[in-house]
């Protein structure tokens, strides 16, 4: 069954088409890749998925209700949670502050957000930093703390918007690591925009490739990684997986 | 016992027996204090929570003060019904305010310029009201100002004293309850990144629309205030910009989003400048304007070196959390 299904999408900006006829699905309980070179519109169809803007046609279909239309606090209500390629994080707020936020989504009350706050900060590994200020991260905390307040809204679906890029090799591993465990025990369903290959190949049951707003590949990893097509826009012919 | 919790007691105690020690005059000036930390916290909510800049909430003050000073003059309505008027009228006004601001995202400064607007033409509609006076102003009888009369709040400066001492403490707790709530929460992560808020579920127009209402709402109550302890209302003065400058200052010299920065500002900006004021007295300079400028200089360069208010660096002295 789809968790997720998006049916010919296309969307426009101020004439420039972005994106084109877009259709893939998202299965129940899978880890989907979106891949492509820069500008192909990844995170376009992100901020459509998330209800920042509304697609100019088709359907976007999330557990067999039609979200297009919602709006962002909508759509993360309906079950669908996100991480921005560029951080926001509340600069502000405490680190645990910042996942409050986000768990406060489905827990009634304070002490019941913090508690599942800070149980999703030692799965991320950010629990020795939760009572400094998000301003004073790094780059790679960041991240984290985006997929950790995301996590702390109880999606079925996580949208993860580039989060492995800067991280070192074994910082990006030891996060695949944690994506697994959640799809794994938890049934997390993933959609991940990335460009870090060893993530994608690690993580993607299936892979859906992106080139000037449509698609051009769509396959197993294995399979779509030797496709021509693949090879001659975005990955290049040198690749080694 | 908590530091925080500690100081607070021994602030509360202290503002408690200060009559007993304090000449009219103090008192007086105390009870100026208080109603710049009051009118402060209020503004805070809105700024120093959830990020929306006012620059007119003289608007609240005076709508609050005419609305129940005008049911007092006319029909003889105490204020303890005037209050909830007041109260509605300008949680009417702010709800008003906001849906036009934020439903057609308008934000950030020309929000504030939005604010300054609404006052601007509620000032000049009052001076073109006649029912409460017009420009020349509203009076409300001064009976007696010896025994404490509670039902019409008519009463010696000591009882406006207490008032405005219960009225500050409770906003205090009022404002320290919601930031450890969802609501805190919310507004915190609203100001800080209004995108990021809504995609983690908060529907950012309702919690802002809260927080116009909630402040808008305390802010009233400080106007109700006004009119039974200064007795006269003017359109001009009450809804001047200045004033709505005078209640900002406060959280903004002490802290902004803070809870104890709207009290020390408040105490501090008073003090200083009637403490100017004497000095000024005292050396006997009679250039015009001289307050003025000292007391421009002293927020100039507070504002330089301290640019998040006094309290989060004295919060950090103290060895105290920066709320």
Not at chain 1, 104 to 116: D, I, M
Request: aromatic letters at 10%.
């Amino acid at each position: 069954m789809n968790l997720l299904s998006m049916h010919g999408i296309s969307k426009s900006f101020r004439g420039l088409k972005a994106i084109a006829e877009v259709s893939f699905d998202v299965p129940q309980g899978g880890i989907v890749g979106l891949i492509g070179p820069n500008g192909a519109g990844k995170t376009t169809i992100f901020n459509m998925i998330a209800g920042v803007y509304a697609p100019d046609s088709g359907e976007i279909i999330f557990n067999q209700k039609r979200i297009q239309a919602l709006r962002p606090d909508q759509v993360c209500a309906a079950g669908i949670g996100r991480t921005f390629q560029i951080v926001k994080p509340f600069a502000g707020l405490s680190v645990l502050d910042n996942v409050i936020v986000g768990a406060l989504q489905r827990e009634a009350s304070v002490p019941g957000a913090k508690r599942l706050s800070l149980q999703i900060l030692e799965k991320l590994g950010l629990a020795a930093k939760r009572d400094l200020p998000a301003s004073s991260l790094t780059l790679p905390d960041r991240k984290r703390l985006e997929v950790a307040r995301a996590l702390a809204t109880r999606p079925r679906l996580l949208l993860l918007d580039e989060v492995m890029a800067g991280l070192r090799p074994k910082e990006c591993d030891l996060l695949v690591e944690v994506f697994r465990d959640i799809n794994r025990y938890e049934g997390l369903t993933i959609l991940l925009i990335e460009h870090v290959m060893r993530a994608v190949m690690a993580l993607a049951r299936r892979i859906v490739v992106l080139h000037h707003g449509e698609v051009i590949a769509r396959g197993a990893p294995e399979q779509v990684v030797r496709d021509p097509a693949v090879l001659g826009c975005y990955l290049g012919e040198e690749t080694e997986i | 016992m908590s530091r925080r919790a500690a100081l607070l007691s021994l602030l509360v105690v202290s503002l408690l027996a200060l009559p007993h020690f304090a000449g009219a005059y103090a008192i007086s000036l105390a009870t100026l204090i208080l109603y710049f930390a009051y009118s402060g916290q209020a503004w805070n909510v809105m700024m120093g929570f959830a990020g929306q800049l006012s620059l007119g909430h003289s608007l609240y003050v005076g709508v609050g003060a005419y609305a129940a000073g005008a049911l007092f003059f006319h029909y003889g309505i105490g204020p303890w019904a005037g209050l909830w008027v007041a109260i509605l009228l300008c949680v009417l006004l702010g709800v008003v305010i906001g849906f036009l601001a934020f439903r057609f995202g308008i934000s950030g400064v020309y929000f504030a310029l939005l604010t300054i607007a609404f006052a601007e033409f509620t000032r000049i509609g009052f001076d073109h009201f006649d029912w409460i006076g017009g420009p020349g102003g509203m009076f409300l009888r001064v009976a007696q100002r010896d025994a404490w009369d509670l039902v019409n709040f008519r009463g010696p400066p000591l009882m406006y004293y207490y008032a405005m001492l219960a009225l500050t403490a409770g906003a205090f707790a009022l404002c320290f309850f919601l930031l450890k709530s969802r609501p805190g929460y919310y507004w915190q992560a609203i100001r800080e990144n209004e995108e990021a808020a809504q995609a983690l579920g908060i529907n950012t127009f309702r919690w802002k629309m809260l927080a116009v209402a909630v402040s808008a709402a305390m802010t009233s109550v400080s106007g109700v205030f006004f009119a039974f302890y200064y007795n006269n209302l003017f359109p001009e003065q009450i809804f001047h910009i200045s004033r709505s400058i005078e209640i900002i200052l406060g959280p903004v010299i002490g802290g902004v989003g803070t809870l104890f920065g709207p009290i020390l500002g408040a105490a501090v900006l008073t003090l200083l400048s009637d403490g100017i004021t004497e000095a000024v007295a005292a050396l006997g300079w009679e250039i015009p304007g001289i307050k003025q400028v000292f007391y421009g200089l002293v927020l100039l360069l507070v504002i330089m070196f301290l640019p998040h208010g006094i309290w989060p660096p004295l919060a950090r002295r103290l060895g105290l959390h920066k709320r």
